[in-house]
């Protein structure tokens, strides 16, 4: 008789979804499903369970949320061990005595091709980097920030206008699929994974909020590259020189080279507001003012005047 998989979940946001999904999808039991504690959230910090607990309490799959696993024991009542368990963006690290309770380890679905991109913000990080490839590994766990060997990767490529909130999703439903392609010879005992080059290692540090304010003396290529890695978070922002702040949703590189200082609004028409750069122009597309929806170049323009004024960094 067939004995169903026993895999343990951790992960915490919408990326994480589509994979546990796919877990209970396979068929196997899952005997524990670990998420970060309730958040305040909105404008109100009310209390909000992430969005893996509102699937694991839907699902009727047993959840815990422990503010850290320093304490926590994870045979404690006697709990059997799982054959495995699936990491997905937790948000907490876990202690080698959790590494080691599942029979077969802890794999981390890491959304880069490891080695690149080692962190907490892969996906903002290589589209910030201009990035043409990225993916998905599926890694075998180890005490380390992402240094575990690799069981699988499946890659894709990023489009050159692609959004960081686009590519995370696409990304989401690649590490799901990614998962399923590699269970059976992870819990046959048959795969094996392939240790990393250390030497090749980035790093992806969490996204500071402060890095969204545009640097106008950086090169127009740079500037819309953050303008897509910070979409949908924490969202590009220019400052105009009589205080006004616009947060930029969308923006290209113009095609112009002018020799105006940088900050310079060198055009400004239905095509979109062109500002001058370090290094040629950004055009800026959609973007919003404060306490007002995003909107195209054209409607801020047709509300906005932007006589006399430039931006600054």
């Not at 546990?20 to 404008?43: E, K, Y």
């Not at 024991?73 to 495995?84: A, F, N, Q």
């Amino acid at each position: 008789m067939h004995v169903p998989a026993r895999i343990a979940f951790a992960g915490t946001p919408e990326f994480a979804v589509r994979t546990l999904r796919a877990i209970v999808a396979t068929g196997a039991v899952v005997p524990l499903v670990l998420t970060q504690p309730d958040r305040p959230a909105g404008r109100g910090r009310r209390l909000t369970a992430s969005p893996i607990k509102e699937l694991a309490v839907g699902l009727g799959l047993p959840l815990e949320q422990p503010q850290t696993l320093r304490e926590a024991d994870p045979s404690r009542d006697g709990r059997e061990r799982p054959d495995l368990m699936v990491v997905v963006a937790y948000g907490l690290l876990l202690p080698r005595k959790w590494l080691e309770w599942p029979r077969l380890g802890c794999i981390n679905l890491h959304a880069s091709l490891l080695p690149r991109w080692r962190g907490a913000a892969p996906i903002q990080r290589a589209v910030l980097a201009g990035d043409t490839t990225t993916g998905v590994s599926v890694m075998q766990m180890d005490a380390g920030l992402d240094t575990g060997a690799v069981h699988l990767v499946r890659s894709t490529a990023i489009d050159a206008h692609e959004t960081a909130g686009a590519l995370h999703d696409r990304l989401a439903a690649l590490a799901a699929d990614a998962l399923v392609a590699a269970l059976p010879p992870l819990l046959s005992g048959t795969s094996l994974p392939v240790p990393q080059r250390g030497e090749l290692a980035t790093t992806a540090p969490k996204i500071a909020k402060s890095e969204a304010q545009l640097d106008w003396r950086e090169p127009a290529v740079q500037l819309e590259r953050q303008v897509r890695a910070f979409n949908p978070w924490p969202v590009a922002e220019a400052r105009l020189s009589d205080g006004r702040r616009l947060r930029i949703f969308e923006a290209a590189v113009a095609d112009a080279e002018p020799t105006a200082a940088p900050g310079t609004i060198v055009a400004a028409n239905r095509a979109g507001i062109d500002v001058a750069t370090g290094e040629g122009a950004l055009r800026l597309r959609r973007l919003q003012p404060p306490s007002a929806r995003v909107m195209d170049a054209e409607a801020y323009l047709a509300a906005h005047s932007l006589a006399g004024a430039a931006f600054v960094s």
